[in-house]
């Protein structure tokens, strides 16, 4: 496509329920990155994947986050039993590059999901 | 990780008028980005810039690396770019981990 498609754009939860957050990114980009923005911050690093291989997933902030990327595409962002700290927008990115990834990010238009 | 730090953290201009944002990173950076958001949230990459100088339009940046800051000059400035304005990097060996500066908040007044 022709950027970063996000889905989907708001998401309410209640705390405890279980979420999942849709990234895809720009067609034949190999890089894909998912960061969290909490208010009036910088976006964080959450994980990165190259093609459908999870390379560093340092930035989770806990076992109830998990992502995937089957196919070297698509991406999915799980959160289990949602906590109200999780509320934030989650931000998806990819760029053509793979290796060290040293190429343009270019972002979604995020997720923002608040949990109750 | 590495720090980032930006300044200023807030500027209002008058439109026309030119500023100048920077970024200072504790360690060296083979990655350095800038990105503008929009009031709707939308995080639009301005530059790849892990050296030396580009232009885009009324933007330009510049980064001496061997001194860990980057500039973002921007002219003739416009509402429309009101928003705020971030800058990435990421330490040489982890060039994939971007960490983004809290960034410089600009308001453009009519």
């Known amino acids: 496509g022709a950027g970063v498609s996000q889905s989907p754009r708001y998401k309410v939860a209640k705390r405890g329920q279980d979420v999942a957050l849709r990234c895809d990114p720009i067609?034949?980009?190999?890089?894909l990155f998912w960061y969290q923005q909490a208010l009036g911050q910088g976006p964080e690093f959450l994980t990165y994947?190259?093609?459908?291989?999870?390379?560093?997933k340092s930035g989770l902030p806990s076992d109830r986050f998990f992502a995937e990327r089957p196919e070297g595409s698509v991406s999915t962002l799980k959160i289990q039993r949602t906590q109200q700290e999780d509320s934030a927008v989650y931000l998806c990115?990819?760029?053509?590059?793979?290796?060290?990834?040293?190429?343009?990010?270019?972002f979604g238009n995020g997720t923002r999901l608040t949990v109750t | 990780g590495i720090q980032v730090e930006q300044s200023p953290p807030d500027l209002i201009l008058q439109e026309g008028a030119n500023s100048t944002l920077r970024c200072n990173f504790s360690?060296?950076?083979?990655?350095l980005q800038w990105f503008h958001q929009n009031p709707w949230g939308q995080l639009i990459n301005l530059f790849y810039?892990?050296?030396g100088t580009k232009q885009n339009g009324r933007l330009s940046a510049t980064t001496v690396a061997t001194e860990r800051y980057s500039l973002l000059y921007i002219s003739s400035s416009q509402t429309t770019d009101s928003g705020v304005y971030f800058c990435?990097?990421?330490?040489?060996?982890?060039?994939?981990?971007?960490?983004f500066g809290s960034g410089t908040q600009l308001t453009v007044l009519p």
């Open positions: 810039i892990p050296s």
């Open positions: 990115a990819s760029s053509g590059a793979g290796g060290t990834g040293n190429s343009p990010l270019h």
């Open positions: 360690d060296s950076v083979n990655n």
């Open positions: 067609s034949g980009h190999v890089s």
């Open positions: 994947f190259q093609n459908e291989a999870q390379l560093d």
């Open positions: 990435a990097g990421a330490r040489t060996g982890s060039a994939r981990q971007l960490t």
